[in-house]
């Protein structure tokens, strides 16, 4: 069965640290998806990256980066010299490629960071 | 470009009162159209998916149901409010066009139920 853990409950560091948000999956797929959110204290669900199981390649996006790894099942998050708007709880995600039309999505329990100024 | 619109953004509901939330989108056709709840602020919950239109699944059994009247429209409702379906209710869409896969999610809706 599909299931997705992201063990820090609650994080907080001083701006300009860096921070790694943890995620590790589980799936008996060989095909799937995995996404990262981001829940600003507004409420709305932002996207912030989705990654093919096919494409092991590690990401930077500005001061976003993303490892992601097979052999362990993880999908980690790095924000480099974090900010105060990078306060927001974190979503780790994970999607099978099903042969249906239905794409289920399944969410991790979040990690809320705290950017202390 | 594809956007999702839901409201209201916040709504007060005594307990036994109905309810109706709705979502829309726009730009696209044919998308999946998902209702999550997130409670206690924190863990999202898949309570309905649509994959067309008059086709509802629900993922967990509630108080609520789930309609779908038009293509792009995705109705969430209840007869009688529960103190337990208090939470922030979003609407997602998802496209089954594989080289442009995600969720995207509208702005949620607040409810409280007094």
């Known amino acids: 069965a599909q299931k997705v853990t992201q063990a820090q409950t609650e994080i907080s560091v001083v701006e300009k640290e860096d921070v790694t948000l943890d995620c590790v999956y589980e799936t008996r797929d060989t095909t799937y998806y995995l996404f990262w959110y981001k829940q600003p204290p507004s409420g709305e669900l932002v996207f912030l990256i989705r990654?093919?199981?096919?494409?092991?390649q590690n990401e930077i996006s500005g001061r976003y980066s993303w490892n992601f790894q097979k052999s362990t099942s993880s999908f980690n998050f790095t924000i480099t010299a974090s900010q105060v708007v990078d306060s927001a709880v974190y979503f780790c995600a994970l999607s099978e490629a099903l042969e249906t039309s239905y794409d289920k999505v399944i969410f991790g329990p979040g990690t809320s960071l705290s950017v202390i100024p | 470009s594809q956007t999702i619109h839901q409201w209201p953004a916040t709504l007060v509901q005594p307990v036994g009162s109905p309810l109706s939330l709705e979502c829309t989108v726009e730009?696209?056709?044919?998308?999946?159209l998902y209702w999550y709840r997130q409670a206690a602020g924190r863990g999202l919950q898949l309570l309905f998916y649509?994959?067309?239109?008059?086709?509802i699944s629900s993922e967990v059994p509630q108080n609520l149901s789930a309609s779908r009247p038009q293509d792009r429209q995705f109705i969430l409702s209840s007869k009688k409010l529960l103190l337990s379906d208090s939470g922030f209710y979003l609407c997602?869409?998802?496209?089954?066009?594989?080289?442009?896969?995600?969720?995207?999610f509208g702005s949620g809706t607040r409810l409280t139920v007094v």
């Open positions: 649509s994959v067309g239109i008059g086709q």
């Open positions: 997602a869409w998802s496209a089954w066009d594989r080289t442009n896969y995600g969720y995207t």
């Open positions: 730009g696209t056709s044919n998308p999946n």
């Open positions: 990654r093919n199981s096919f494409d092991e």
